[in-house]
């Protein structure tokens, strides 16, 4: 197994979509390998792919946002995940971050990318706190995790 | 296709959204460019402990964490009435360049500058940092990779860490520079001189050596004679992090000049039920409504705003650039949206050599990095984000917890212009209905031209706060619907 890196991706202070840092909190806690670097990310697309530079293999942890399905937990691979358009007005997707890199002749990039989503309503307020069906995941998400590591 | 109501007040879903609407004869009667609303900020800090603000405030948007953190940490110099060692101002500065570096840099090679680099009729899969690749070349890319990564390790060397700094106390910052870190900063912000100076040359050669981009530039429908706003130093030049806000007119001559405490005094907000922005103006012209000239009371700031509102920069090569400016686009002011991008790269030019100098000042590495502070009180503190002029007002408790806050981020100021920009434009390029994505793009890069911020806070996959550009007919038909994940 080579050296992998998890992502736990989010804004704390916006309920719902703080997911990935409490995921990130929780992983600390109970993952203790010197293969496996657990870290938290406020930004998305070039500064994930700064993180990810050097390591085999990278797990992002992220919220997503659903019509539905709240609090449920999905596997994504990179190549699925929407394709982005071009004028985002600050920040370069994660997709458009690695396609660039690729084109540079970039050779650090982790072979595998992957993404585990949870499904959150759309975060309308500011507040620390997870609402209670997206709270009720983490035990998923950290399992979820746990077995992507080992995959 | 879809009737719906005329009804700009249509709840938003994540998303911003610009709304056309179109007369009997096609043409445009109306925009209204809308962003969603995030709840409960303030209640959110009421009762926190005042030190904690800046990290607080810096998690925002992901976009400006720098841009709040600083304006918070000066806020908080204000409230505790404590004016920090001139070391620690500069090492405050110095983050902030690193910030300026990285953002600018970002904006103009990803963003913004695809509309003139591929060119804004080129088709949309090409308008990206690939599509500049491809017309630039690879080394092109390498430079804005290394120089955007520069920036942020100037900010992560200063700031503690990358994206969202922990070094802003009230009265100074926690943490120095050594002298290897200061000679490392130095090296780095030399290079991004040069890289700066390279990317007016590429300007210069694409957009400015080419008659239909300036004639585009110079166009009636991107053009808003809107009074100018942004922080001064004490010669009237440019400054990000400190300074007076400093206000001219359509005449480019100074309107308003006030200490960023007072700005209750000169700023007033209107209130539309359409919008859950609010568009600040000028108290002293007052509202009326979306319309430029001397008597609306609306202004414009981030870069090109800055210029205006200035008399020049404080370095030798972006004084220079910004003379050139203003002879190459006919006279100060300079009215025209799309020059932003002009702007921006020029002030890349000045942020550069400003790090360097900074890099090179003995005090830099001062031990004298924090004053303590006084009794909790009530503070103003004010910074130019990348954006704009970013305002945040803190009124803490005998405890030193907020009892208030308030902020005015850079794209509320601009909110007025974007409107107006974008309204403008769409009716310069949409006549008789027609409308495609060549057209639906004009009308666009007058809003990318500001780099607004929308509420950014979120960072949820696929990365971003979508935009969509609805047309309806008179009929309240919706003829177009054009919508991007941004």
Redesign the interface.
Known sequence: MGKTIIIGVGNPILGDDGIGIHIARELQRVIDDPMVTITEAYTGGMNLLDMMMGYDKAIIVDAMVSPNNIGEVKRLELKELPPTGSSNPHNLSLIEAILLARKLGENRIPRSIIIIAVMIPEPIEFKEELSENVAAAIPRVVAATIEEIRR | MKTVTIDPITRL??HGKITIFLDEQGNVANAYFQV??????E??VQGRRAEDMPQ?TS??C??C?VAHHLASTKALDAAFNVNPPSAAKKLRELLYMGYMIYDHT??FY??GG?DFIVGPDAP????????V?EKAG?DI??EV?KH??YG?KITAILGGK???PVCGLPGGVSKGLTKEEAKDIQEMSKSCIEFAKKTLELFDEIVLKNKKYVDLIKSDPYQLETYNMGLVDEKNRVNFYDGKIRVTNQRGEEYLVFEAEDYTKYIAEHVERWSYIKFPYLKSIGWNGFKDGENSGIYRVGPLGRLNAAEGMATPLADKEYNRFYETLGGKPVNSTLAYHWARIIELLYAAERAYELSRDSEITSKKIRNPVGEPGEGVGVVEAARGTLIHHYKLTEKALVEKANLIVATTNNASAINMSIRDAAKGVIKNGEVDDGILNLV?MAF?AY????A??????????P?EVKIYDHNHKLLHTLR???
Do not use: W
């Open positions: 879903e994540g969603p609303e995030l709840r409960g900020f209640r959110f607080i998690r925002i992901g976009v964490p970002l904006h990803y963003l695809p949309p899969e090409k308008r990206n940092i690939l599509g690749i690879l890319g390498r990779i955007r990564s942020q990358a994206t969202h666009e990318r780099d607004p911020c929308l950014c806070a979120t960072h949820t996959m696929p990365g971003g706060m935009l991007q994940n941004l």
